[in-house]
């Protein structure tokens, strides 16, 4: 017959560095020389983590890179259907809004996109020597529902 799992990871010694270490989810956590309070502090609170996320298997695990150009297609499928395609009207609004953040932004990662990366957007838009109510009808060219 067998052995039942362990309901909670177990605290234990690494005996080459002598540090505290638990494994979640077949990912080591060091959490400080063995022994001490801080690193029994430190195991609760993973530990606390793990049981209010479920248990899941892949805890502490990255989650999945979304690409600013995998954002940029499913958006535009999104408009087209809603919009309507061609080259005028919104649709075609959006598109030219978007260029800029395809031709700078296309392979960076979507959660990392912030006030930097649109001030370097509004500056690109700037050099094109575009008025200043082009740029900001660009910058808000969306106004209909999200998905």
């Known amino acids: 017959m067998a052995r039942p799992r362990k309901l909670i990871p177990a605290y234990t010694k690494h005996r080459a560095s002598g540090q505290a270490v638990v494994c979640i989810g077949g990912k080591d956590y060091y959490l400080g ?87 370097a957007i509004l500056e690109q838009l700037i050099g094109q020597k575009l008025c200043r109510t082009t740029i900001n009808s660009r910058k808000s060219s969306h106004r209909g529902p999200m998905p």
């Open 33 to 119: 020389p063995h022994g001490t309070k801080a690193s029994k502090l430190e195991y609760d609170r993973l530990i606390l983590e793990w049981v209010s996320a479920g248990r899941p298997a892949n805890f502490g695990a990255p989650e999945s890179v979304l690409l600013i150009s995998q954002l940029l297609v499913a958006y535009l499928r999104y408009a087209k259907a809603y919009y309507g395609g061609g080259l005028r009207g919104e649709y075609a609004n959006i598109l030219n809004a978007l260029k800029p953040l395809k031709e700078l932004f296309c392979r960076t990662n979507a959660a990392v996109f912030g006030p930097l990366q649109l001030k």
